[in-house]
């Protein structure tokens, strides 16, 4: 297995250019499915762990992909299998969206149950349940989800989500694009990867109204097309990178971005007193002397996504002062803070709470990820921690970041990747 090495006290400034969002990423790769139609290129897709995994996925399906320098080439009109085989939906919870566009595109699909990261109860029932409103009849067994469509297509039906999920509205969203009529998504997820996700289908030929709000509107088509399409930038990478410049004391900027998707981050930047600045296309954020505690509450978006939570108690170690981090997403997503309390820091929880004192001088030993971005606060905190941070099962913090140790060494940090064993 691989670690990371960190040699704490660094400064990380310098100028950085973000990735490819992944998890815009893979509900495009699986929009892929809808159509055997042409040729796709993807561009400024990650080169990570869980977009191996879900080419992996496609190549069981049946599909022909190359991929090299961030560029994803692939053809769906060879579709031989619609089975999502356990072996490969456990290593990734998102393999849960080839359920749609196989059942809206075949009829029917077989994917088995889903792992993925360890937070909670991670349940898929809003997934099924939009099926079933898009006429699906689906059964579970032997650990498989068995979907199959009414004379084998699907019909357009009035989907009201009791919560916001991403998955599930896009799940809904591209298996809609092929349902005979129209489909209403009520309470959508309004996150910018189902934005992104809306405007690929429709350059694929979907018709979607109301992309960007909460309330979607799909004309269900006959046929779909194979596209070129340029993927946008990893606003959680984006913020991580933001953190590891205002944990260290650093000054950083950060192109190829939308700032105007970071809002809600960048606003606990600047209360936090980091000064933040924005162009079209870039952030730059210098850190302050000294951090002031700030408060966040992880909602769905526009807020604070829950996926920035854990990087944010990590900054929040070094703050003058007491914050207070809650998250109503994933109310169990505190894998982190007793990992993070080894380095020294000093963070409760109570009642779904996070209660982070700071500031703490943290002192590097062996920490363990637990899950993609516990692992980005345990690089965080080993930035800023004196001596050597060890963190462990790094394979976590690989399947979501791209060159994440080449990115911050070019930004002034000493990490190394080394080989270990467990026991
Ligand atoms: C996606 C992101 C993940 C992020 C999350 C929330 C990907 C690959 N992953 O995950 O990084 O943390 O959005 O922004 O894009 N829920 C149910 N039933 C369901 C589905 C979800 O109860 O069928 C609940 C979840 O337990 C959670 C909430 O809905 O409490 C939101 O989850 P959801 O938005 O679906 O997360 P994912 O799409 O899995």
């Known amino acids: 297995m691989d670690k990371l090495v960190i040699k704490g006290g660094r400064r990380i400034s310098g100028s950085i250019t973000a990735s490819g969002s992944k998890n815009t990423s893979l509900p495009i790769i699986a929009a892929t499915l809808l159509t055997g139609n042409g040729n796709f290129t993807l561009h400024r897709i990650p080169d990570l762990k869980d977009i191996l995994t879900f080419i992996q996925l496609l190549h069981h399906l049946g599909v022909e992909t190359t991929f090299s320098d961030n560029t994803l080439r692939l053809s769906s009109e060879q579709v031989q299998s619609l089975q999502a085989p356990y072996e490969l939906v456990k290593k990734m919870r998102a393999s849960i969206y080839v359920l749609g566009p196989l059942l809206a595109r075949f009829g029917h699909a077989r994917v088995s149950l889903p792992g993925g990261c360890a937070f909670g109860p991670r349940p898929i029932d809003l997934h099924l349940m939009a099926m079933e409103k898009l006429g699906a009849t689906i059964t579970i067994e032997t650990g498989f989800i068995e979907a199959t469509a009414e004379n084998g297509k699907l019909r357009g039906g009035h989907i009201v989500f009791p919560i916001s999920s991403v998955g599930a509205t896009g799940n809904a969203l591209m298996a809609a694009t092929l349902a005979e009529g129209t489909t209403y998504i009520s309470n959508a997820a309004a996150e910018p ?51 590891a410049a205002a944990i260290t004391g650093g000054e950083i900027t950060v192109n190829g971005v939308e700032p105007e998707q970071m809002k809600a981050v960048l606003k606990k930047f600047v209360h936090a007193g980091c000064t933040v600045e924005s162009t079209e296309e870039s952030i730059s954020l210098k850190s302050p002397r000294k951090l002031i505690p700030t408060d966040v509450t992880a909602k769905p978006y526009p807020s604070f996504p829950t996926d920035m939570q854990a990087q944010w108690i990590a900054l929040m170690t070094q703050a003058e002062g007491t914050s207070h981090v809650i998250d109503k997403v994933y109310h169990e997503r505190f894998n982190h803070i007793p990992e993070l309390n080894r380095l020294g820091a000093h963070i409760e929880i109570h009642k779904n709470q996070a209660i982070v004192h700071g500031p703490q001088k943290l002192s590097g030993t062996k920490v363990m990820s637990t899950d993609l971005r516990a692992s980005a606060s345990l690089v965080l905190a080993g930035l800023v921690a004196e001596g050597t941070t060890e963190v462990l099962r790094v394979y976590h913090l690989d399947r979501g970041y791209e060159k994440i140790e080449v990115k911050l060494n070019s930004l002034g940090a000493d990490i190394s990747r080394e080989k270990y064993n467990e026991f």
């Open 193 to 243: 990867e189902i934005e992104t996700l809306c405007r690929f289908l429709m350059a694929m030929g979907a018709t979607i109204r109301g992309t960007g709000t909460t309330e979607l509107e799909i004309d269900g088509s006959n046929s779909l097309k194979a596209v070129e399409f340029h993927n946008v930038f990893d606003r959680i990478e984006a913020g991580t990178l933001l953190a």
